[in-house]
């Protein structure tokens, strides 16, 4: 185990073991991480109150399915180019405007309560949703330079971990509030909780704040990051099994909403006890894998990514099954899993093949490219489960397990990363 000495105390520590660990030892990574966490509790308040409102106001499931396009779409523009921004600019300060954006569009949301103002929904989704992805940038750009190396799957699972427990709370809770009170109040919550996150970010002052001053303009910029994607062998096979798989996850979501609110008629918080499952489910699985895939070389990580993908995909063909309430959300626990592990081992492989100065870059083409595919599956299946019902779901299941089986018949044996690689001693991240 190699020890690093402590730049403050002197004192020689080995990398963190835990999630545990990494965030009692780590003030800096646990106050970004605090941050996080809470605007994704109210993320997931404002998820489950825009569709009650539009389901109330337009009965209809493409609707449902419009809204999540429109909230993916911005990832593939403002994301790439808030990559850009996060590798030429202070990350903290592009965070800490964004959230302060992001909770005055919040709280715009309430002006769209009403059918004959119901299409503010649309502008008002892709703006916040825009914001989100440059804030995205930001921290995936910032906060791994808090991790060390050999910490990048703790790291990883600490990202996304804290969606998934507040995800269960938060769709949980949302689920109740829109159900007893209306979704007005969600609305305020999701407000207040991006202002709680840019104070959290404000306390923080220590990492790879920028990637150094840039010497040529933004459409450079850009193309840099997109030639180093497309010649790293490894995160080049990142960006194409992102793009299949997500072209069935994207629908499973708006699919799930039909399932919901349709099919099982669970009120209009029910799409709220889904999340809550996923989040519960995934959260407690995540902790307990993640201390095995940081033990883990990159073979065993390359199949986890294969497998993730495979099995989440025949589970999800079960979902087209006529089944009762309970054994669904059965189902979409195991689905979540199969998913959650999937996180820690691709991000770990991207990260190591990635150094500080384009990693807002090529982190944030990863994301455009899984958003510009979830985006269009969003809005396809919107439009195909009014019609097919959940029968929906095999089609979805069908193209996220075929790119599992093909990620592991051509990277099973998992191939050396190749291009820019970070230096095993340097710290980065997502």
């Known amino acids: ?157 600490a990202v996304q971990v804290n969606g998934l427990v507040f995800q269960a709370l938060g769709g949980a809770a949302g689920g109740l509030v829109v159900t007893v009170v209306g979704w007005r109040w969600a609305f305020a919550v999701n407000a207040v909780s991006f202002l709680l996150s840019a104070w959290l970010t404000a306390t923080v002052r220590s990492g790879d704040r920028s990637a150094g001053s840039p010497s040529h303009g933004w459409l450079r910029s850009l193309r840099e990051g997109v030639t180093v994607a497309v010649r790293t062998r490894v995160i080049a096979a990142l960006l194409l099994l992102e793009a299949l798989f997500c072209l069935g996850l994207g629908g499973t979501i708006t699919a799930m909403t039909y399932l919901a609110l349709r099919v099982h008629a669970l009120g209009e918080g029910g799409t709220g006890w889904f999340y809550a499952v996923q989040g519960a489910v995934g959260g407690v699985v995540l902790v307990l894998a993640a201390s095995r895939i940081r033990a883990m070389g990159p073979p065993g990580r390359h199949l986890v990514i294969g497998l993730s993908c495979l099995v989440e995909g025949g589970l999800t063909m079960l979902l087209g099954l006529p089944v009762g309430v309970l054994p669904a959300l059965v189902l979409w626990g195991m689905i979540s899993a199969a998913e959650v592990v999937y996180g820690p081992a691709a991000m770990t492989t991207l990260l190591t093949a990635t150094s500080n100065e384009t990693r807002g870059r090529v982190t944030s083409l990863w994301s455009a490219t899984a958003t510009l595919s979830l985006g269009v599956s969003a809005a396809v299946t919107g439009a195909l489960v009014d019609r097919m019902g959940v029968a929906v779901f095999v089609v979805l299941g069908l193209l996220m397990a075929v790119a599992g089986a093909a990620w592991l018949a051509v990277h099973g044996r998992a191939p050396a990363a190749s291009g820019t690689g970070a230096a095993p001693g340097r710290p980065v991240v997502p």
């Not at 909230?71 to 523009?77: A, E, I």
């Not at 592009?94 to 909770?103: K, N, W």
């Not at 059918?115 to 502008?123: F, S």
């Open 1 to 157: 185990m190699k020890i690093i000495t402590n730049r403050l105390s002197g004192v020689q520590v080995e990398p963190a073991r835990t999630l545990r660990e990494l965030l009692v030892r780590n003030r800096d990574l646990r106050m970004l991480w605090l941050g996080n966490l809470i605007s994704v509790c109210g993320g997931w308040f404002s998820a489950v109150a825009v569709f009650a409102m539009v389901y109330e106001h337009s009965g209809a499931g493409l609707a449902a399915g419009l809204t999540l396009a429109v909230r993916y779409l911005p990832g593939v523009l403002a994301g790439v180019w808030g990559g850009v921004l996060a590798d030429r600019a202070d990350r903290r300060a592009v965070m800490l405007v964004t959230d302060v954006l992001m909770a005055a569009l919040a709280a715009a949301f309430l002006l769209a309560d009403d059918p004959g103002r119901l299409w503010l929904v649309y502008p008002l989704t892709f703006a916040s949703a825009a914001a989100g992805f440059v804030f995205q940038a930001a921290r995936n750009a910032w906060m791994p330079s808090l991790a060390r190396p050999e910490e990048y799957p703790l790291y990883s699972a």
